[in-house]
């Protein structure tokens, strides 16, 4: 038995954008000969090999991720890959088929991408059949699970996981009902959707609005629709919308308003359960009070704008009405509308359906789940898009305009030259260095370009010495003195600054106020004399002051300079004590009542003149020390005899009695 190659796996973008187109074809055209290999197999040997592939396995799961994530534009225009994609169709639909499929080909994922790159149509009946396999059974358990727990937890969950995740089962959602029953099974998958809508996103709350109502559709497609689930799922959404609207909460702000005004679920419901003649009072009341809960304003169609003609003396356009109509914004919202829920239709092909059935965007989600599209529009481009491109063309009544003049010529200083005239010779001509594979020490070996030592001798024969000559006229030895090269004026005026400066600095320093810019200090006596000193004006004097006070080191500059002592002591005073005259006040005397009184003049512990504080006397102005004959004297001396007891140590025998009867004790 002959084994077929293996496939090799579908490259993913970044592997794909390194293949040049020449062998991107020859990888398609290789893929299309080997699914028609396998295809060709009789069944027990396609049963035997095909299905026990895992390369084939492989090969498709990531066909359909790549392609349903980036749509069927990576595959190219060319004609093989239009075949690949029917080849794996058949292949996928063949392999399903057989009594034990392979395991990747039964997870939700790939079935999700499946559903999502071909049309209900063709994967409705296949879908529904595999759904029964235990094996996709476990998987869809999984996710549901999964899904509920995150739905619950809210904020705390991943936000984007889930996204992504409800996104992706939507397309399965759609093909199958099957699947749809499944999820509704129960109340917490739809109470999870319900409770996680009030999370602000609005790119989760369309994925879970698109959930909610394909889910809910689902329940009225297939051989056995299942009405009686359906009436007890909305009853859950009316008594949901009820408690949203007696709590804090926007009424408008739920699920349930969103659901019955973006979606036509309660019409659908409607129509589905007259068709079937199922439809009972129960039904009728909850469809009647979800009525209830649409948003105010919801559907009403947006008015179609009137085009007026309006000269502006521009081209006419070539275009027709309907792309003019492409461009309006009430167009767009409404192909957004429906992106939302179908987002592998592209923007023009909607812009089709929604002209075949009279800007109706409910009847288009209808037709699009039923998938009963007419025949031009159902072989239609699903992916194309509008163009936003306009041609114009030129109005006949435009007056011909003058030629405008000519940008002017640029010119440069090799305009001209040899380069530009292309007579250069083009042996001159090198890029970078002329003998790359020299070294320095070889170009100064080489004396082919250096001069002769004949031409070198010739130049110094030339060259007359006496030229340059020193002049010696002022010369010490012939003048008889010696030149000052410098300027003799510089002295002076480094002492006229000198001076100058000192009076500004002694001006400042006496009373900085005179250096004030008013109109008074200007007109004072002392601004005056200062003017007059240094020679300066009003705004000189004024802008140095200016300048001090912004430099610090400049004030200290000036006080080492001007202020410093110079050593020079011209007279020594006495310091020793003398007695001032009789009658005059000097230091360390006082004056009171015409008598001269004093205390000590030192802090010696002799009598007299130098006694320590009190022993001077305190008298009219005699001393002790003074001449036998004066007054004054003999009344100094008296006293001094007179108070010498209590001012010496007499009295201590006393001061020690009163101690001791006081209760001290001796020593």
């Not at 594979?437 to 370009?449: G, H, Q, T, W, Y």
Request: aromatic content about 6%; hydrophobic content about 35%; charged content about 30%.
């Amino acid at each position: 038995m002959t084994t077929l190659p293996p496939f090799a796996p579908f490259p993913e973008g970044p592997w794909r954008n390194h293949i040049v187109p020449e062998e991107w074809e020859a990888c398609l055209s290789n893929w299309v000969a080997l699914a028609e290999a396998h295809l060709s197999l009789p069944n027990e040997r396609f049963t035997l090999q095909s299905s026990k592939d895992e390369s084939l396995s492989s090969f498709l799961v990531s066909l359909m991720r790549e392609v349903a994530s980036n749509a069927a534009t990576v595959l190219g225009t060319f004609q093989p890959a239009k075949d690949l994609l029917r080849e794996c169709f058949i292949l996928v639909a063949r392999l399903l088929r057989t009594p034990s499929p392979p395991l990747p080909l039964l997870q939700w994922e790939f079935l999700s991408d499946f559903c999502r790159l071909y049309s209900k149509r063709r994967t409705s009946a296949l879908i529904n059949q595999v759904s029964q396999k235990s094996q996709v059974i476990t998987s869809l358990n999984a996710l549901k699970k999964s899904l509920i727990v995150t739905l619950d937890a809210g904020l705390k969950g991943d936000l984007k996981t889930l996204e992504s995740r409800l996104k992706r089962l939507n397309h399965l959602i759609h093909a199958s009902p099957e699947v749809a029953a499944f999820f509704l099974a129960g109340s917490d998958f739809l109470d999870g959707l319900i409770s996680c809508y009030k999370i602000m996103n609005p790119p989760l709350r369309q994925a879970i609005v698109t959930a909610a109502y394909l889910s809910l559709v689902g329940l009225t497609e297939g051989d056995s629709p299942k009405f009686s689930m359906l009436t007890d799922q909305l009853y859950s959404l009316k008594v949901a919308a009820e408690s949203h609207r007696s709590g804090p909460l926007n009424a408008n702000d739920s699920m349930v308003a969103e659901l019955v005004t973006a979606t036509p679920i309660l019409k659908q419901v409607q129509r589905r359960l007259d068709e079937s003649g199922s439809s009972t009072t129960r039904v009728k009341s909850v469809v009647a009070a979800l009525e209830g809960f649409r948003k105010p304003g919801g559907n009403i169609k947006s008015k179609r704008p009137i085009k007026r003609k309006v000269d502006k003396g521009k081209g006419v356009m070539m275009e027709d009405d309907e792309v003019l109509g492409q461009m309006r914004m009430h167009r767009m919202s409404q192909i957004s509308q429906i992106q939302d829920l179908f987002p592998n239709l592209g923007s023009g092909f909607v812009s089709k359906l929604l002209d075949e059935y009279g800007d109706n965007t409910e009847q288009v989600i209808a037709h699009l789940l039923e998938d009963t599209l007419p025949p031009h529009l159902a072989t239609a481009d699903r992916t194309e898009e509008l163009s936003p491109e306009r041609n114009r063309r030129k109005s006949r009544d435009i007056a011909p305009r003058p030629t405008p003049p000519l940008l002017p010529t640029r010119h440069n200083v090799f305009d001209d030259d040899e380069f530009d005239k292309l007579a250069v010779d083009v042996s001159n001509i090198h890029f970078g260095k002329r003998n790359p594979e020299k070294s320095a020490d070889d170009i100064l070996n080489d004396r082919s370009s250096a001069p002769n030592k004949a031409a070198i001798l010739s130049a110094l024969s030339a060259f007359d010495a006496d030229d340059d000559e020193r002049d010696d006229t002022y010369d010490v030895a012939d003048a008889g003195l010696v030149v000052n090269d410098g300027n003799p004026d510089d002295a002076d005026d480094q002492k006229r600054k000198d001076a100058t400066e000192e009076a500004l600095f002694r001006a400042y320093q006496a009373d900085p106020k005179v250096f004030e810019r008013d109109a008074a200090t200007r007109r004072s006596q002392t601004r005056t004399k200062l003017k007059q000193q240094t020679g300066m004006t009003d705004e000189a004097i004024e802008g140095w002051s200016l300048m001090l006070t912004r430099t610090p080191h400049q004030m200290r500059q000036l006080e080492m300079k001007y202020s410093a002592f110079s050593g020079d002591q011209p007279a020594l005073a006495p310091t020793a004590w003398r007695a001032s005259p009789a009658g005059s006040a000097a230091e360390d005397s006082e004056v009171d009542d015409g008598n001269t009184s004093f205390r000590g003049g030192s802090r010696g512990r002799g009598r007299g003149g130098r006694g320590r504080g009190r022993g001077g006397g305190r008298g009219g102005g005699g001393n002790v020390a003074g001449p036998s004959s004066d007054k004054d004297t003999e009344n100094a001396r008296r006293r001094k005899e007179a108070n010498k007891g209590s001012r010496a140590n007499h009295n201590r025998r006393d001061q020690r009695a009163r101690k001791m009867a006081r209760g001290g004790f001796p020593g």
